[in-house]
């Protein structure tokens, strides 16, 4: 079956935790699994990993897989009955006194906060259900005055929108959580409560070249450093739930465009995220508001939808995956996908490897050419080819396993593992060979190939030519 343009994350959980399950998501559209470390032992962490590398063996596919690191969770304490009920207007009170809140203050046990906050900021808990006004502020302890009415109970999220607070985004546990990671050898690290650049760069130092970084985008403070956190990051992740949380709904949608225009012009993969195909945890079938949201993202040109609770514990997981897959292929069969395409066609940066892939995009649209196959060793020729979304296939060659991997995740691309070409012939053949083994050529179709002299060498992309299949 050839792929969708735009790739499929999923989510995995209780309701798809073993191989059997995973084969069925694969086989239904998924590309990249992403593993929430927000749940589970290392023994559950190792056990699903194992699960994925077994169903990529089986399909002779390279599969990518994210895992997603927690970060601080900021969380009210408890109640002494469980939960209070607020009314709008009331007075109240958060503090560090660990004692069980009652109907006149709650536990706040993050000290970080009370030195971020100040009066007038607005403090939310419940994913925004409630919100507060803050009228005072101490070392240990704030008056507020609630702005919602609703209840409050043990342990909810809390958000403070806008300020900047002076934690770290890799908690102790994310640190656990990294090392067995990258043991394991995931694909992609996915980085949490993102503020800034550093919380990148800090992320990179243990990192290093052993995966790739998501980096995930929901927070106000991020969207303010965004060019400096894409030049750092390998790719990003719109999070749009927890941005709407903290930000306006009405804003969200604009920011989705924004920053997947700004990705592609970047060069690097983004991923569209949270409550796509929500209502199909519990039902078989989505609303038609969340059709037109998968088809707006495969629209925006995003590399990447992501499904969340869907597939981790919805009851109709590979329906949801089917269903996403349906909407993307029919969006990239429709016309006004294609001229949008066209439309947004970007500059080619200076250099050689740009060079050489907008003059692979021009020629194969001048030739009508099947397919655009590029060798590419460390994935950079392949991340290029797919920055100038072309209308033909692209097919990736690469020798490298962990390089396969990673571009699952990238949009329009079909990785193919190959051993390096020895000369110029065998480069053709071997290009060849594949667009026919992908079904995505037949004899008498051209090609266009681009590698890099000598062959072998990565970061050498300085090579184009056009070949018939025969």
Request: overall charge positive; charged content about 25%; aromatic content about 4%.
């Amino acid at each position: 079956m050839k792929r969708t343009r735009t790739k499929i994350v999923a989510t995995l959980g209780p309701a798809t935790s073993n191989a059997n399950q995973i084969s069925k998501l694969f086989d239904s559209g998924v590309d990249i699994f992403r593993m929430n470390f927000s749940h589970g032992t290392a023994a559950d962490h190792r056990k699903l990993y194992q699960a994925i590398r077994s169903v990529e063996n089986d399909k002779k596919r390279p599969i990518a897989i994210i895992a997603d690191l927690q970060g601080p969770k900021l969380r009210l304490g408890t109640f002494e009955n469980g939960e209070v009920s607020l009314m709008s207007g009331q007075s109240f009170q958060f503090d560090m006194d660990p004692t069980p809140g009652n109907e006149t203050r709650a536990p706040l046990l993050h000290k970080e906060i009370f030195k971020a906050i100040s009066a007038d900021d607005i403090l939310l808990v419940n994913d925004g259900r409630m919100r507060f006004k803050v009228t005072a502020v101490s070392p240990a302890s704030m008056a507020v005055t609630a702005l919602t009415s609703g209840v409050l109970s043990n342990r909810k999220g809390v958000n403070l929108p806008g300020a900047f607070l002076p934690i770290s985004a890799l908690t102790n546990k994310d640190r656990k959580d990294l090392t067995l990671a990258l043991e394991l050898g995931v694909d992609w690290i996915a980085l949490s409560f993102v503020q800034g650049p550093q919380d990148v760069a800090d992320l990179r130092k243990l990192v290093q070249k052993k995966a790739g970084i998501i980096s995930k985008l929901e927070k106000p403070l991020a969207i303010e450093h965004l060019d400096a956190i894409m030049d750092l990051t390998d790719a990003v992740m719109v999070a749009r739930g927890d941005l709407g949380v903290e930000m306006p709904p009405e804003v969200v949608p604009v920011l989705q465009k924004e920053i997947i225009a700004k990705a592609r012009r970047k060069g690097k993969p983004v991923i569209v995220a949270t409550q796509m195909l929500e209502s199909m945890i519990e039902n078989p079938a989505p609303t038609r508001a969340e059709a037109s949201d998968v088809a707006t993202a495969v629209y925006d040109g995003t590399d990447a939808v992501m499904l969340s609770g869907e597939t981790a514990v919805g009851q109709y997981p590979v329906e949801t995956v089917s269903m996403m897959e349906k909407i993307i292929r029919r969006v990239e069969r429709s016309p006004s996908w294609r001229d949008l395409l066209a439309a947004g066609q970007r500059q080619p940066e200076n250099t050689t490897a740009d060079a050489i892939m907008a003059a692979a995009h021009m020629a194969a649209d001048t030739i009508n050419a099947a397919a655009i196959v590029t060798y590419t060793s460390s994935g950079s020729t392949a991340f290029r080819a797919a920055r100038e979304r072309p209308i033909e296939r692209i097919i990736g060659m690469t020798p490298n396993l962990s390089t396969a991997r990673r571009l699952a995740l990238v949009w329009g691309i079909t990785v193919c593992m190959t051993e390096d070409a020895q000369n110029m012939d065998d480069m053709v053949t071997k290009a060849v060979e594949a667009v026919k083994r992908e079904g995505v050529a037949k004899q008498g179709d051209r090609i266009v190939v681009t590698a890099g002299i000598p062959f072998g060498s990565p970061g050498k992309t300085n090579l184009i030519r056009i070949a018939r299949v025969e």
